[in-house]
């Protein structure tokens, strides 16, 4: 983690720098996507008051731009010098971001970038899911907690017997139970949601037994559960099996793709098999997917 880093307001004369290091990074795509990078766009749709400057050692080396829109905050964009990536400082920033967003009381915080910026998994790493895909651009969102003060922890073995039931309940997968991969959705002492990622095979994972109790449904805990398993979790591929009438939720939140089962690594294919025989008396259709 870089050392003495800070956070300042954006005055006229740093402009010029915000505009140069957006030439240096984003440049390339708009080029590849936008057909090219355009002066006067960029000064028109600039406004300082929006934009935080992050220096180190009094040095710039950085910055954001965010604007508030209702409840929901847009990250207009995020860059770091080049010479200081990868070292915490977008990290940094982010957090600052996000802690603001909170304090504000915003529903969430969303973002555009384009497909094949590596950014992307600087988001994804930091919790962000893709809601949707757009031409060239994916729109990331991160949902920020409601009035509920739900906590996001990693579970210990006291909470084993309640994850158990909470998976019966919700006739989720009890195999392979390993406490330390899961994560729990806590109001106060109640565990209200799970989620892990198991093992499969020797080196297969799979996104599974995620499920929320049903007071709890539709409040946004199973997104920020998978947000949380996704930033903790490096490894990609992570395959799921779901019900068909999930897909959209996976799709949206995480960005999971449908993959057919004969493209499905050998020890995930005897998975899907068995939970496919599991399944088979209650007619449910079951999907797999993955998330790359
Ligand atoms: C995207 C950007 C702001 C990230 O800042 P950064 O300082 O490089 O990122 P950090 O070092 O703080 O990374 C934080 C975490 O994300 C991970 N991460 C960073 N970039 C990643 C990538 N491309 N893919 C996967 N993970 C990544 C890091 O490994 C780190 O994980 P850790 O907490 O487990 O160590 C920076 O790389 C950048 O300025 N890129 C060019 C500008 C740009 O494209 N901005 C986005 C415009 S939409």
Not at 219 to 230: A, D, F, K, T, V
Request: glycine fraction near 8%; aromatic fraction near 8%; hydrophobic fraction near 40%.
């Amino acid at each position: 983690m870089l050392k003495d880093l800070s956070l300042r307001k954006c005055a006229e004369e740093d402009l010029d720098f915000v505009h140069d290091l957006s030439i240096f990074s984003m440049k390339e795509f708009v080029d590849r996507h936008w057909g090219g990078w355009s002066e006067e766009l960029f000064w028109a749709d600039i406004d300082k008051i929006n934009i935080t400057i992050l220096e180190q050692s009094g040095k710039r080396v950085g910055f954001f731009d965010t604007v508030n829109e209702g409840d929901m905050m847009r990250l207009r964009n995020i860059q770091v010098e080049q010479s200081l990536q990868g070292q915490g400082a977008g990290k940094y920033m982010m957090e600052k971001i996000i802690d603001e967003a909170q304090k504000l009381k915003m529903a969430k915080i969303i973002l555009r970038v384009f497909v094949d910026n590596p950014a992307v998994g600087f988001y994804e790493r930091l919790g962000f899911g893709v809601v949707e895909k757009e031409g060239g651009s994916l729109v990331m969102e991160w949902v920020v907690e409601s009035d509920l003060e739900i906590d996001y922890v990693g579970a210990t073995e006291e909470d084993e017997n309640v994850i158990r039931d909470i998976i019966e309940i919700l006739a989720g997968d009890n195999t392979n139970f390993d406490i330390d991969r899961f994560i729990v959705a806590k109001d106060g002492d109640r565990i209200v949601g799970c989620a892990r990622t198991k093992i499969v095979g020797d080196n297969c994972l799979e996104l599974a037994s995620v499920g929320v109790l049903p007071a709890y449904q539709g409040l946004g805990i199973g997104s920020r559960l998978l947000q949380e398993i996704l930033a903790k979790e490096k490894q990609r591929p992570i395959y799921l099996l779901t019900g068909a009438q999930h897909e959209n939720f996976y799709n949206q939140k995480v960005g999971a793709e449908i993959i057919a089962p004969e493209k499905l690594p050998c020890a995930f294919r005897k998975e899907y098999e068995r939970v496919i025989g599991v399944f088979l008396g209650n007619k449910t259709e079951v999907i797999a997917m993955v998330i790359k």
